[in-house]
């Protein structure tokens, strides 16, 4: 989730945990494995600056934590390294899915160097909001996610999430069901099948019609089949939009739709090809007689 929308970190630390970061729109993923000296990597789960590239204002580094094994003071070293790199302010987001593992991470770390202690901010259940209106999932589908992951057993909450996936312009709003399900205990996986199965949530991707195509009506092999195919125009799709907007082009909302909405794998490759060299966003379809079936 962090990796597909790096805006999510922003928003939980600012908005949720109340952190003061730049304001600014340039925010990008980082190499995650970042060097000291003498040549030793160490290799945070996901690092994100915001800011110019060529000097960033500040940088995040974020890390998933199941349980606790992972030294603390793991996540010093990994912001005082990425500080020297860098010359910007760091904060460590550690995000954890049950109480026991937050409240061990939320501790002051002692580096071992005097003076140099660290602060993790750290995102337990207790930090993630009960969302059961539909309207606030789809404003926030990231969040949304998280709170299925951890307070899916109430069913308002899973219900408001389906409705909102329905709802919602995210690009990203299709893969949200599967990150929450992931992260979820066998229960509310159940109660997601159970939901989601009986509501309009569309299933668009190969992961979705495995689990949640029981109520559609073609056969399982054809759905099975059909979803693989829909699922790489999706990431072909994906992709093309994603060249576009490395490469600095606004991509007006008809554009979009055009290629989102276009299911020809071989079409889609070309145009991902194009995307990497075009000038101008009309070269991308500039051949005659190239209308996507």
């Known amino acids: 989730m962090f990796t597909d929308r790096p805006q999510l970190v922003v928003e939980i630390l600012r908005d949720q945990m109340g952190v003061n970061l730049p304001d600014t729109p340039l925010i990008q993923q980082e190499e995650r494995t970042f060097n ?27 890390e998933i934590q199941q ?46 160097l005097t003076g140099y202690r660290l602060q993790a901010r750290v995102l337990g259940p207790d930090g993630i909001p009960v969302i ?17 992951m951890v307070h899916g057993r109430d069913r308002k909450v899973i219900e408001a999430f389906a409705t909102a996936l329905s709802t919602t312009r995210d690009d990203h709003a299709t893969k949200y069901a599967e990150y929450a399900y992931s992260m979820s205990a066998p229960e509310i996986r159940c109660l997601m099948e159970e ?9 668009y991707t190969p992961w979705g019609r495995e689990h949640y195509g029981r109520g559609l009506k073609e056969g399982k092999a054809e759905g099975k089949a059909e979803g693989k195919a829909e699922g790489k125009a999706e990431e072909a799709a994906r992709m093309v939009l994603l060249v576009l907007t ?25 145009w991902a090809t194009r995307a990497a060299t ?10 005659p007689g190239e209308e996507c079936r």
């Open 36 to 62: 000291t000296r003498p040549s030793d990597d160490i290799e945070a789960d996901l690092v994100l600056t915001l800011g110019p590239p060529q000097s960033p204002a500040h940088a995040v580094i974020v």
């Open 278 to 287: 075009a000038r101008i966003l009309q070269d991308l379809f500039n051949e």
């Open 67 to 112: 349980g606790t094994s992972k030294d603390p003071r793991q996540f010093a070293r990994y912001a005082a390294s990425l500080w020297l790199l860098l010359g910007c302010d760091v904060t460590v987001l550690v995000v954890c899915p049950d109480r026991a593992t937050a409240a061990y991470y939320a501790q002051p770390i002692d580096s071992g």
């Open 132 to 148: 059961t209106d539909p309207q606030e999932a789809a404003a926030h589908p990231g969040l949304a996610a998280m709170s299925v």
């Open 246 to 270: 490395a490469r600095g082009f606004d991509v007006p909302d008809d554009t979009r739709t055009r290629i989102i909405s276009c299911t020809d794998l071989a079409q889609l490759e070309n």
């Open 195 to 203: 939901i989601m199965t009986s509501t309009d949530w569309p299933v």
